[in-house]
């Protein structure tokens, strides 16, 4: 069948689609599917034009596939679409062999004639890549996950051999690379549909009216209340066994908390720690914990003034008192973080020497800086609670404390969320009381987006920091092909953070999801929320 978009929808179709606020009938859902809580509003449905967020940590997995997956346990890539691949000798060529009969959705505007190839692969990163590509530049052209990692530096080319077959070409060996493509970020988007949408100068409706080859389907998106999935019942792995997921994404009335005690929702995303005590409570509710791949932390805005010193950098972080910020906030459930990496990570390394508590060394510091008589600074602090963060007000407010037992004035500056694209608009603010998910298990993967030169160069690093014998340390990882130097390369890295301190590691927190008991079939992974084509509802 020829494909086709149904354009007399146009308009009509969008208002359908993205909606206005009308009820949710929670039990009629019930019925066929079930409602997803816990995560914040979204901006797009493309997970390649995010860094994090409910888009690529939740949704991209119903909607998209990606060539390899990450293993939840060994952190190893594992085959996905691609059912095998090769490298050659020099690490700079990989060649992915496709499955066959990988049919992407079919929607109200738009019905595909082919199952996915090699060119749907190809096009979908060449668009990341490549400034000349027909769809570089829909959606403010920003990859911001891709661009903190030198993705566009690393990856030369990608061709289509076969039907079946696809070539990756790469400037350099990178050890990362495979993981990096099976982040939820690396999604197969259809050229097919991409080129309706050019002949109809529409092409902007790639990201809002997304076309992948999950498990279910993108059905309507009624902002600030709901993002409804339908069951793609032609999925390569099989159909879904649920009809429908509801994703709950509203920021009226009550909180997700209290929907969930209320039945309103069935599956709740990272629930607050002090929350924990009353959901183990509730017969009917089944709360899970893992340690999670995050970190709480300062990123310390290194070009003004007072903090371009890095006495005044080391004060602050010995004049916080992390133990009682995970008395008071985690509640226990946290760890203190000794370094931006996880104690999870094969590259950790716990500093228990420039990570500590030590109020009378920070007030040494500041007058040895010249700041005896005071220091006034500001801090960003979002108001949404994160994995990394259950109550980050609270722990802004235990933070301005400590620096005023060593003279140091903060003030706050409160906002809903913030994301790191923002940080270069907000260069008067001194502090941003921030953290971070990682999407892979690779130490790279925090270091790298976080605190690289091309990282502040994009706009995304934080602290606007950028140390050349850093990042040359960094680079040399990705390179060597022995896992000891890899690791003390990375320990490296870590030795010049715990001492230069562009950021300040606070805390790791635990990864908690809590789901109603007649779910049964609910996998979740440190990286992010697995596809829901097993879950199913026991009555």
């Not at 493309?46 to 940590?57: A, M, R």
């Not at 502090?431 to 690289?452: A, H, I, M």
């Not at 003390?488 to 010049?496: E, G, P, R, S, V």
């Amino acid at each position: 069948m020829k494909a086709f978009l149904r354009l007399t929808f146009g308009f009509f179709s969008l208002s359908l689609l993205i909606g206005c606020g009308e009820d949710v009938d929670h039990d009629k859902i019930r019925q066929s599917g079930f409602i997803f809580c816990g995560q914040g509003s979204l901006t797009t449905l493309n997970p390649q034009l995010v860094d994090s967020g409910i888009t690529s940590e939740a949704l991209s997995p119903q909607v998209f596939d990606t060539l390899v997956t990450l293993h939840p346990k060994t952190h190893q890539p594992t085959p996905s679409i691609a059912s095998t691949w090769s490298v050659n000798k020099s690490r700079t060529e990989y060649i992915f062999d496709l499955k066959k009969n990988v049919q992407f959705q079919s929607t109200h505007w738009f019905t595909p004639s082919r199952a996915l190839n090699a060119d749907d692969v190809a096009f979908s990163f060449r668009r990341i890549i490549d400034p000349t590509h027909p769809y570089h530049y829909v959606g403010n052209a920003q990859y911001p996950w891709f661009t903190g990692i030198d993705f566009h530096n690393l990856l030369v080319d990608v061709q289509a051999l076969s039907d079946h077959k696809v070539k990756f070409t790469l400037s350099r060996p990178d050890n990362t690379f495979l993981s990096n493509i099976a982040t939820s970020h690396a999604v197969i988007h259809s050229l097919e549909y991409a080129t309706e949408l050019e002949k109809n100068d529409n092409k902007h409706q790639i990201d809002t009216l997304p076309i992948g080859t999950g498990p279910f389907y993108f059905d309507e998106h009624q902002v600030n209340d709901l993002v409804r999935l339908r069951r793609h019942n032609e999925y390569w792995n099989g159909p879904a066994k649920l009809e429908q997921v509801v994703f709950d994404i509203s920021h009226r009335g009550t909180g997700t908390f209290a929907k969930l005690l209320r039945n309103e929702c069935d599956v709740l995303s990272s629930p607050l720690s002090s929350q924990i005590p009353i959901i183990q409570q509730q017969e009917s509710l089944v709360l899970t914990a893992k340690p999670a791949i995050n970190v709480a932390y300062i990123a310390v805005n290194t070009l003004h003034p007072a903090l371009t010193d890095v006495r005044v950098r080391k004060a602050l972080n010995f004049s916080i008192n992390r133990q009682n910020i995970l008395d008071s906030v985690y509640y226990g459930t946290g760890s203190l973080a000794y370094t931006i990496l996880p104690p999870t990570s094969w590259a950790y390394q716990k500093d228990s020497i420039q990570i500590r508590y030590d109020r009378n060394y920070a007030i040494a510091l500041l007058r040895e800086a010249g700041y005896e008589s005071g220091l006034e600074l500001t801090m960003a602090v979002p108001l949404e609670s994160k994995a990394y963060n259950p109550s980050p007000r609270k722990t802004a407010e235990l933070i301005q404390a400590n620096l005023a037992d060593i003279g140091i004035t903060l003030r706050l500056i409160t906002e809903d969320r913030f994301n790191r694209s923002d940080a270069s608009k907000k260069s008067n603010i001194d502090l941003f009381l921030t953290g971070w998910f990682g999407v892979t298990g690779d130490p790279d993967g925090f270091l790298r987006p976080l605190l690289s030169c091309d990282s502040e160069r994009a706009g995304l690093n934080m602290s606007m920091w950028c140390n050349p014998d850093f990042d040359f340390l960094l680079d040399l990882a990705l390179e060597v092909d022995k896992p000891r130097y890899r690791t003390n390369l990375y320990k490296q890295a870590q030795n010049i953070l715990n001492e230069e301190f562009p950021v300040i590691p606070i805390a790791h927190g635990m990864q908690f999801h809590v789901y109603h008991n007649s779910l049964k079939g609910l996998k979740f992974s440190p990286f992010n929320v697995p596809p829901f084509n097993e879950v199913e509802r026991v009555r």
